[in-house]
Nanobody, 125 residues
């Protein structure tokens, strides 16, 4: 019922910055929560950040606090992730996700109903 497409990934040097976007379409009026996750080769998909679509509450994984900023533009049906001071170990495919309700833990990937195909972020050392 919702389609998501990420963009903005690419190659950046250690300590650099990158801004990711996630465009939503379909039943966007039903979105309650959106989040960002990442997955490196051979590793589990991990939580990065989340935001309430109709509110200002945001959530971050501990390692991202102070460096990453999640935001959204409801009029454009778009979510953003500003990433600063990137580290090589943060090289991964970054995914955006959406959920129609407010229940469940925001940091668990399994609670989200819709996912984008991902965008590659590579941080060189």
């Amino acid at each position: 019922q919702v389609q998501l497409v990420e963009s903005g990934g690419g190659l950046v040097q250690s300590g650099g910055s990158l801004r990711l976007s996630c465009a939503a379409s379909g039943r966007t009026f039903s979105i309650a929560t959106m989040g960002w996750f990442r997955q490196a080769p051979g590793k589990e998909r991990e939580f990065v950040a989340a935001i309430r679509w109709n509110g200002s509450r945001t959530y971050y994984a501990d390692s991202m606090k102070g460096r990453f900023t999640i935001s959204r533009d409801n009029a454009k049906n778009t979510m953003y992730l500003q990433m600063n001071d990137l580290k090589p170990e943060e090289t991964a495919v970054y995914y955006c996700a959406a959920d129609f309700d407010y229940t469940g833990s925001y940091y668990l990937a399994q609670r989200y109903d819709f996912w984008g195909p991902g965008t590659q972020v590579t941080v060189s050392s």
